[in-house]
Every structure is written in C-alpha cells, then in structure tokens.
C-alpha cells in the first residue's frame, strides 16, 4: 500500500508539471496578452500597456518567464487574477469547494444507483426488465451533457417551475434566511445540476457494471460457489458482485477527466460558481495566471482522482494489497 | 469438357473460404443483427440528408426572411422546428449543421485514428525501452482532462478555422487508440505467422504493415464508431461554449447555444438539434456495440 502511495504521488508531481508546462507553453504561443483589450475599461494607451507588461513580467524573455512561473507554482503561489482583481488563491478557494461539492454528489448518488442497476440487470439477464433499462441506460450514455442540463431546466425550471432556473444561491432571499434556511436554499438549487450528472454517470456505471458482472459470472469461481449449493442471491452479492466492483472503480478512476468536462459544461448552463465556469471566463478574458491556475487544478484532481480510485480497488481487492 | 467443371469447382472453394474468412464472418454476423441494421439506416438517412442538404432543406440556413414577424416562430407545418430569433428556420439549420457536425467528427475521428494506430504499432513493434518511453507519454497525456487542451487552444486562439478545430479535435483523441493498438500488436508479433513472415526475409516494415496490421484493426474499428459519437457531443460542447464551429456555420452545437438563453421561451431552438445529436449518437454507440459482438472471435453462440 506505501509503495503504491508513493509511486501515485511520484505520478502526480511528473502529470502537473506536464500540464503545467502546456498550459505555460499554449499560454504564451496563443496571440494576444491580458492587455491587448483591457475588458471594462476600454482601449489602453499603448504606453500603459507596456508598463503593465512590464509590470507583470510579461516583457521577460520566455525562458525567463518559464522558470519564475515553474519556481512560483512549486511555492504555491499561483499569482494574481487580473480579471477578478484578487489573488488566484481566493478565487480557487471559493470555486473548487462548489465544484466538489456538485461533483461529489453526484458521484455517490451514481455510484449506488448504477452498481444497483447493474446487478439488477445482470441478475435477470435478457428479461424485460434488463432490455428496457438497457434501452433507457444507452439513451442516457448517449445524451449530450449540456443538452441534459437545457433540457432539465426546461422541463424543471420553467414548463414545471419547481427548482430554481441557475445560481447557487437565491440573490435575493439568501441573505435573510436562517442556517437551515440557507442550506435548503442551496440543496434546491444543487438537484437540478447534480441530477443532470447523476444520470449521466450512472448510464456509464451501469452499464460497465452489468458487463463486469456477466464476465465474472462466467469465472470458475462463480461455478464453484453454485457447486457448493450457495443461492444465486448469494453467488451474486458474495462472489460476482465483490470481484466485478473493482473494475467499476478503476472505470470510475480513468473517467475522471471526462467527468470534470461534463462538470464543466453543467456549471456552465446553470451558472454553477464552481471551477467550470471559472475555466471558461478566465480563458475569455486572457486571464492566464486563472487559467494556468485552473489548469493545474483540473490536473490534481484528475491525479487524486485515479489516486482513491486505485486505493479502493486495492482495499476490495486483497490480491493487490499484497503487491 | 472438363475445363468448366474445374472453374466451378476452383469458384466454389474460394467462395466457401472466403465465407469463413473473419471479415466475412462478421459482415454476416452483422447483417443479422436487426439493431445494427436499423441503427445503420438511421444513420445513412442523416449522412443522405447532410449531403444533399440544399435539395432537402426547406429554407437556406442563414436567411433572416422577416426579423421581426417570423422570430421565434413555434413550430407548425411550414416551420416544423420553429424559427429562430433571427428568423431562421430550425430544421434547415438542424439539416445544415448535420454536415459540419458530422464531417468534422468523421475527419476528426479519421485523424485520430490514424494517429493513435500509427504511434501504438511503433511502439508495439518495436518493444523494449521505445515501447516503454512511448507508452509514459501515452500515460501522462491521457491524464490531462481533454476537454481542458481544448478549451485552452480553441480558447486562447480565438477565430478558429473549420480545419484547424479538426486538427486540433483529431490530435487530442488518439492516446486510447494507441494504448489499444500497441496491445494487439505486441500480441500478434509474438505469433507464428509473424515469425514465418521474419523468417523468409520480409522487412520489418512489410510484416507490420502486411501482417500485424490488417489483425489488428478490429478493436481500431469498434473504438472509432463508439468514439465518434463522443467527438461529436465534444464539437458540439465546445460549438455551445462559442469557441467550436463559428458563426455563420450552422452546428448541432451553436444552434443549440442559440436556443439556449431562450429555452424558457422558444425551447424548439434547443430541443430539437439535440434529438438529431441524441439519435446518430444512439445509432452509432448501438453500431458500435454490434460490430464489437460481431467482431468478437471468442464468441460463438452465431456463426
């Protein structure tokens, strides 16, 4: 377990660089800088842009810049939004919680759901029941995520105004509610996007769930268990189930930058404060320490990410503890 | 006399080896599989109509007959999806887009396949410390979330022609395919066949090329068909952030982000090229499936 720990965190420092390095890299090959249209304030003096350049170090050579960038993201200092006139730190800190918070949900709530409709699946192979939720699992695997999200709000939200349109809190209301108040305030406003990705995910794990389930059904050591007279309640939970999971959690693990994509998008439809939104408004006004910043952290999360999902596997699974 | 009857004889072995043959075994598994079959004509309906869109099209895409009267027109018999805020009419902007959208994640998927068998069979083949070198940069980009490269390039490049989002569509989604490949090939190189090819001189290039290749391609298939679906929700997701396919191109995507701020209102704009986008991805996702099981020379249940 220490080794694998290690060699996971090894990983890690080698993916950030990486990205680090192409963000670093496309930042500064992409035409234009944070000053060339000063958004809000209109047009620069080509002489206050120099000073801003300059200022910022922008009129460095590029090797230069690479490794102060490089000395300064190893520090943990990620620079200043020139965007959101703030520390990048502070508006990480604001908008990664939000983020995991929608994705943290989603994630368990597909995680039950999806094993469960797998097993039921793969327990009544080929019934009815396993064809039209097949039907219903493919339509949902194939949905695009921000169409769901349009979707959903405009089933939800306006044909049945039930939960609110966008945001994550009520402008208004907020301030003058209560601790619970506050709270339910801001689960009415989570199930809309965290149902959209509910779905999605789901589809996904369900459907890898019930194809692991129907190779392990095929193991010898299902026939062994049935051999020794257990149930099929008790091959499939005991046996089937314990040794198919793994594979859902490395699937889970290796989709992890797809979901903080559909996380992304979903943010964005339901103007969501969180890292996606985020990603995209500092890309639409050059904000490059955000987006390096961004970047970096889209990168962690993926890392740490495949990082829990290869401990569970290993806590499921003895034979690979041993290693 | 006996000249006819030794040419039927010689066609009838060839015709009984070629029936057995893999490729030919799975085009017959395929055209079996009702699913598959449906899923395939759907799909050659909408390739049929991006095609031949000027003939099927109701309206031209980009015109704006009455800005004022016909805007956000609600669906009815002369506009069955509706007009758009511009007054444009929805099912021939939805025929339109099927062209851009379909054609960039074809080209797109094309490039990546390619790219993807290309890098696994070098590395495959040749083994050792290339293999593993190739194979870490195989790991390390596959763990940078794509949609991140492209929001940054399509993003920060701002105005995007239609072949550079291609290029960049196609450069970002080959890793899989070549970690994919670069199994088969490592398999398949260790075979007889492949040593007899070695062994009466054929050059390196030559087996790959003649005989690990050709064996190797079905996973390269079944993962192109079951990955073009996804390139085209990704064109289609960056198209509705506003940085994919430009105006005055109509997407899937971009008629989507059109519709998008009037979904409280004029929700055909959105609803209906997502149901085109739903229906060929469905339709490849389930031609995907069945070309897999077809494929699949483990299984046995059809002949």
């Known amino acids: ?323 | 006399m006996s000249a006819p009857l030794s040419e039927v004889d010689v066609a009838a072995t060839t015709s009984r080896a070629a029936d057995t043959g893999p490729w030919r075994l799975a085009m017959r598994r395929l055209r079996r599989d009702r699913v598959a079959m449906v899923a395939l004509t759907v799909l050659a309906v909408f390739v049929a109509a991006a095609l031949f869109a000027p003939l099927v099209a109701p309206y031209p895409p980009n015109a704006q007959p009455d800005i004022v009267g016909l805007a956000r027109v609600a669906p009815s018999w002369s506009h069955p999806f509706g007009t758009d805020i511009f007054s444009r009419d929805v099912l021939s902007r939805v025929i339109y887009g099927a062209r851009i959208s379909l054609g960039v994640a074809t080209l797109a998927i094309l490039l990546a396949m390619s790219a993807g068998t290309a890098w696994g069979a070098v590395a495959g083949y040749a083994g050792g410390a290339t293999d593993a070198v190739m194979m870490r940069i195989i790991d390390a980009l596959l763990s940078v979330p794509r949609i991140l490269i492209l929001l940054l390039v399509l993003g920060l490049w701002g105005n995007i022609s239609l072949p550079m989002l291609v290029l960049v569509l196609g450069l970002t989604g080959w890793f899989g395919t070549s970690r994919l490949v670069r199994e088969r090939v490592r398999a398949l190189s260790k075979q007889d066949f492949t040593l007899a090819a070695r062994a009466i001189g054929a050059r390196d290039i030559r087996v790959l090329w003649r005989h690990v290749l050709p064996n190797a391609l079905s996973p390269v298939i079944v993962a192109a068909t079951l990955g073009i679906g996804n390139v085209i929700v990704l064109e289609a997701a960056l198209s509705y952030l506003g940085i994919g396919v430009r105006p005055p191109h109509a997407s899937w995507g971009n008629i989507i982000e059109d519709g998008a701020d009037q979904i409280g209102s004029a929700w055909w704009i959105a609803l209906f090229p997502g149901l085109a986008m739903l229906v060929t991805v469905i339709a490849f996702n389930l031609l995907g499936d069945a070309l897999r099981d077809a494929l699949d020379p483990r299984d046995e249940r059809r002949p």
Do not use: C
């Open chain 1, 1 to 323: 377990m220490r080794r694998l720990l290690a060699a996971r965190a090894a990983q890690a420092v080698v993916v950030v660089a990486i990205v680090a390095t192409i963000v670093f890299a496309l930042t500064h090959l992409a035409p234009g800088d944070p000053f060339a249209t000063a958004i809000g304030t209109g047009e620069l003096h080509p002489a206050q842009r120099e000073a801003l350049r300059a200022r910022y170090g922008f009129d460095r050579p590029i090797a230069e810049q690479y490794v102060m960038y490089l000395r300064n993201v190893a520090r943990g200092d990620l620079g200043w939004s020139f965007s959101r006139s703030r520390p990048v730190a502070e508006a990480l800190a604001t908008a990664v919680p939000n983020t995991l918070l929608l994705m943290g949900t989603a994630l368990l709530l597909s995680l039950a759901l999806g094993v469960a409709a797998g097993l039921v699946q793969a327990a009544r192979r080929d019934s009815a029941i396993d064809r039209g939720s097949s039907a219903i699992l493919l339509v949902f695997y194939s949905m695009p995520d921000f169409w769901l999200a349009l979707m959903m709000m405009l089933a939800f939200a306006y044909a049945l105004p039930i939960f609110p349109v966008s945001g994550m809190i009520d402008p208004v209301m907020h301030e003058y509610l209560g601790t619970w108040g506050r709270i339910a305030d801001r689960a009415r406003h989570l199930v809309l996007p965290a149902t959209t990705l509910t779905l999605l995910i789901t589809a996904a794990i369900a459907r890898h769930q019930r194809a692991a389930l129907l190779d392990a059904a095929r193991a010898d050591y299902t026939r062994t268990a049935k051999a020794k007279g257990l149930t099929g309640r008790a091959v499939l939970l005991r046996h089937t189930l314990r040794n198919s999971i793994g594979t859902t959690i490395t699937l889970v693990g290796l989709m992890f930058p797809a979901l903080l994509g559909g996380a992304v998008l979903v943010e964005t439809v339901f103007a969501w404060p969180g890292m996606g939104q985020l990603a995209t408004s500092a890309i639409t006004t050059r904000d490059y320490s955000l987006v390096t910043a961004a970047a970096i952290i889209g990168a962690v999360m993926t890392v740490v990410g495949s990082a829990i999902a290869d401990i569970l596997t290993a806590v499921a699974d003895p034979r690979l503890r041993e290693r």
